[in-house]
């Protein structure tokens, strides 16, 4: 079975200053990593994700995030955040199931990004 | 992108009473899709994948006879939450895929029995 952790609960930042989030992952088997952000009392919207190919993944809202295999890591980072960057993001991953289609995910418990002015 | 709509965005309803939600995929065809849980401050549970045309798979610990899930087509599945109780408030969200890589997530529907 896989993981994930997102070791920051909440990440209080700078509107302007650069951010970095925090994910790491265990699985046994090659994985697909996604990130997602939720605004207050919405579903999830998808920021990024990493299928194969260039480790360094480049998402809407100037988002980026790298994936380091001998880390099991995917951070996920923005240079310079603005207050409209305020939500919750979840890192998740996934694993092709056996049958049928699509991917289970697994998220991390998520972290609460507050850019403050 | 990819657009997921849930009907209703928000339900209050009395204990005893079943609700229905929707989940459709407005721009896709969708074989499967998926329905979570989300808990205040907490993260997503995967309660049931669902598959047109055929029973939904629950997750351990679920109970299949008390959140019914059906996938009747390739753009809508519904689940049903029978009997409901105020311990079945919460935020459920589905999602469905676009191809065979990535899930794209309805807005979610805001659940409180009474």
């Known amino acids: 079975a896989q993981s994930v952790t997102q070791l920051d609960s909440q990440v209080p930042v700078f509107e302007e200053a650069p951010v970095e989030l925090r994910c790491n992952y265990s699985s046994s088997v090659s994985v697909y990593l996604f990130w997602y952000v939720q605004y207050p009392n919405q579903g999830l919207q998808l920021l990024l994700k990493y299928l194969s190919g260039s480790t360094l993944v480049k998402g809407i809202n100037g988002f980026e995030a790298e994936f380091n295999k001998s880390q099991t890591s995917f951070h996920l980072r923005k240079p310079s955040v603005h207050i409209s960057d305020t939500a919750e993001y979840f890192c998740a991953v996934s694993v092709r199931v056996l049958t049928g289609g699509g991917n289970k995910l697994t998220f991390g418990t998520g972290t609460q990004l507050k850019v403050e002015l | 992108g990819a657009v997921v709509s849930q009907h209703p965005s928000r339900v209050i309803c009395k204990s005893g009473t079943s609700v229905k939600i929707e989940c459709r995929s407005l721009?896709?065809?969708?074989?499967?899709m998926f329905w979570y849980r989300q808990f205040p401050k907490k993260s997503l549970m995967l309660m049931a994948t669902?598959?047109?045309?055929?029973?939904?798979?629950?997750e351990q610990g679920v109970e299949k006879d008390k959140f019914l899930i059906n996938h009747a087509s390739l753009t809508l599945s519904t689940l049903t939450v029978t009997s409901a109780h105020p311990e079945d408030s919460s935020f459920y969200i589905c999602?469905?895929?676009?191809?065979?890589?990535?899930?794209?997530f309805g807005p979610g529907t805001r659940l409180t029995v009474l």
């Open positions: 721009d896709f065809q969708a074989t499967t």
């Open positions: 999602s469905a895929y676009r191809g065979t890589d990535t899930q794209y």
């Open positions: 669902s598959n047109e045309g055929s029973k939904a798979t629950y």
